[in-house]
């Protein structure tokens, strides 16, 4: 039997650093919509777990990609990290999500107050 290979994962800092360097990642919230309240880190996208087979066409082959979700009680950044990765694309997980994201205090865009 093949063995899976582990999700990679990154970590606050790891993503942060990535980020400021200019590397070329692709961040990509995975969450639902119903997380849209919570905001999103800066600069990514939101394309959610069960539309991401749909919607590949939109994210770059050649780029690392870097995938989130709420925050560490949620697994869905690593079930998407693996599905990208068996599609073909590189791809890390960032299991602390939105919730180290905010509570490092970094950037963050907020949807717009009702």
Known sequence: MAQIPET????????????NMGASLQVVNVSGPESAKLGM??????????????????????RTIVTYCSGPDSNLCRRAADLLTEKGFKA?????????WSAAGLPMDMPPAA
């Open 41 to 62: 880190i800066r600069y990514s996208r939101r394309i959610p777990l069960d539309e991401l087979e749909r919607r590949f066409e939109e994210l770059d082959k050649g």
């Open 8 to 19: 990679k994962t990154v970590t606050t800092v790891e993503l942060n650093d990535g980020l």
């Open 92 to 100: 890390s997980a960032y299991p602390g999500g939105l919730a180290e």
